[in-house]
């Protein structure tokens, strides 16, 4: 039979937890109304042999040391209200005190999901509508140029972007125009940044707006050359600002700036290029494998100055005016695409569309009868805003000389586009893939401008001519007395384009619309035909030839994903002119880009 006093261990042991719980009541939190001193109850222990001496001395060094200003209670407040206006309660029952814990639950609980931060981490709902992105590019560029090109290509757009060009060569002070620059060759190193907010205002209504670098207002670039202004700083453009409805399922209206909605390539429009006006997007699935697309647009690409006018027209003293003001040269771009889809197997995909679009009064007109003083005419409105290179030229003014003096007089000049442009485009598209880890893709583009006619064109180009032939000369009578003249219009309106990629990320591109991983790559090779006038050269790719139209050649390239998100890039470019003197350029292109 176990007991207690059986075992004087445990008794001492016993008696020490006593003690020890004496002590503790020794404390004004549990003892209330009468205090216990622990202490003494030790020493009468230890008296009647209970415990050791040197047992109780131990229980008292791990005694806990109480401050006297822990020991007094705080006062209890009196009810009422004080003269601040603060009021006291100096008993709440308990039925009181869980109702208003459950009140502030309650609030606590609806304000915590209303804002996004019942559960940790989780941020406020407004973030959770905005979303982020952009990307950063540097890139290395090099172009080499052919030492037996031609330098006889005239710059028209730096003509027409200053006071107007003098192209009477007997004219007093006369100067040559500006030439392109077909010989030196280059190198530069350009950066390009771009960052983006997207915000879902409600469930149909999203917003977009995007910043980015860019030398000037291009619409064909956002880069930034390195060291250009002496290493100072980049200016930032508003690249995108739209609005999105979604009005119903599968239809989208974009308003205001906005990426391409059609699905094309650089062939036709350059990969930066944005679109100011309004586009209408739809799709759908109409059968297993089978989906419809198709985009309807209406852009505006100028607007003319509400100023438009002139204040030294010919005198009123003289039989003029005084001044005139000119109507609206505004130009637009009508633009329709309908396009499908199909899933042939689950390993083969195809995609083709057909699409229609209608460059409205872009085409140069001849101005009104302009004397040689003035300083605008009616139709220098249309000379293109922005221009880079291939489509054919002719002037705009027609200009009264100086009667005075008539073959010595100025012949002040703005330059237009020659030709219509009213563009069937088809695209098609084939990708093959065995794996997710391997793909090919084949695809393909051709363009015709239906609104080009060479007889109409001929009779007034100053550029896209065949190469000079030798012809007798008309001022004396010798027959073997020749000269050399430019051949005949050569330009054309249709342009091509193949290109075949392989790799695990088969879009892997400077564009920034790919996700990848470490390890992902393509590679690339691409043929190009494009005819003078079969796109506006002002859209089309700014990197191949020297940017614009009439040009052929090849290109090759790849990517590979160093990291997340994060590619180095390789392209090589070899273009040559199609019509007019030589004009050969190759250019490479070396990117680091990354995109969050």
């Not at 131990?58 to 109480?66: L, P």
């Not at 459950?102 to 905005?130: C, D, F, M, N, Y």
Request: glycine content about 10%; proline content about 5%.
């Amino acid at each position: 039979m176990n007991t207690t006093t059986g075992h004087p261990g445990r008794f001492k042991l016993a008696l020490m937890g006593c003690a020890a719980t004496a002590t503790l009541l020794a404390s004004p939190a549990l003892a209330q109304e009468r205090r216990v001193d622990g202490e003494k109850i030790l020493e009468l222990l230890v008296a009647k042999g209970v415990i050791s001496k040197s047992d109780a001395d131990a229980i008292i060094s791990q005694a806990e040391v109480v401050e006297p200003q822990q020991q007094a209670r705080a006062p209890i407040p009196q009810a009422g209200v004080g003269a601040d206006g603060t009021q006291t309660v100096a008993y709440v029952s308990p039925v009181v005190r869980e109702q208003i814990a459950q009140q502030v639950r309650a609030e606590l609980g609806t304000q915590a999901q209303a804002e996004g931060w019942s559960k940790p981490g989780e941020t406020p709902e407004w973030t959770r509508r905005i979303q982020l992105y952009g990307d950063v590019r540097v890139r290395g560029e090099m172009r080499r140029y052919d030492k037996d090109n031609g330098d006889i290509f005239e710059n028209f757009s730096a003509m027409n972007a200053g006071e107007p060009f003098n192209t009477n060569e007997e004219s007093p002070g006369y100067a040559g125009p500006p030439f392109i620059n077909t010989l030196q060759n280059r190198n530069r190193f350009r950066l390009r940044g771009r960052l983006g907010v997207k915000a879902q205002i409600a469930d149909w209504i999203s917003a977009d707006i995007r910043l980015a670098t860019g030398a000037d207002n291009a619409p064909v670039s956002t880069n930034q050359t390195l060291g250009a202004d002496g290493t100072g700083k980049y200016h930032l453009w508003v690249d995108r600002a739209s609005i999105r409805l979604k009005p119903v399922q599968d239809v989208a209206i974009d308003i205001g700036r906005f990426a391409n909605p059609f699905w094309s390539s650089d062939l036709m429009f350059d990969n930066d290029m944005n679109f100011d006006g309004v586009a209408l997007s739809g799709g759908g699935v109409v059968t297993d494998g089978v989906r419809l697309f198709g985009t309807l647009g209406a852009f505006p690409i100028f607007n003319t100055d509400l100023n438009f006018g002139t204040v030294n027209a010919r005198p009123v003293e003289e039989g003029g005016s005084g001044g005139r003001h000119f109507k609206s040269q505004d130009r637009y771009l009508f633009a329709a695409q309908a396009g499908v889809e199909f899933q042939a197997s689950e390993n083969i995909s195809l995609k083709l569309a057909g699409g229609y679009f209608h460059f409205d009064n872009i085409q140069a007109q001849l101005s009104a009868p302009c004397y040689w003083y003035e300083l605008v005419c009616s139709t220098d409105a249309l000379r293109p805003a922005f221009q880079q290179f291939g489509n054919t030229m002719t002037p705009l003014r027609n200009v009264i000389a100086n009667p005075n003096d008539p073959d010595r007089s100025p012949e002040n000049q703005y330059f237009g586009y020659a030709s219509k442009f009213q563009i069937l485009h088809i695209r098609g598209q084939l990708d093959y893939k065995p794996s997710d880890s391997f793909g090919v893709r084949l695809e393909g583009d051709f363009v015709k401008n239906l609104g080009w006619d060479r007889t109409s064109i001929a009779n007034r180009a100053l550029n896209n001519l065949g190469g000079q032939v030798r012809v007798p000369n008309p001022n004396t009578p010798d027959p073997n007395d020749t000269m050399l003249v430019d051949g005949p219009y050569a330009g054309g309106d249709t342009g091509w384009q193949a290109r075949l990629t392989v790799g695990t990320v088969l879009n892997l591109n400077g564009l920034g619309d790919w996700s990848a991983k470490r390890g992902d790559w393509n590679a690339y090779v691409a043929y190009r035909r494009l005819e003078s006038d079969a796109v506006v050269d002002a859209f089309a790719d700014s990197d191949f030839h020297i940017g614009g139209t009439n040009n052929r050649g090849w290109q090759i390239g790849g990517n590979y994903a160093i990291a997340k998100n994060t590619i180095l890039g390789f392209r090589w470019l070899a273009a040559e002119e199609i019509v007019d003197a030589p004009f050969s350029v190759d250019r490479g292109f070396i990117d680091l880009m990354t995109r969050f």
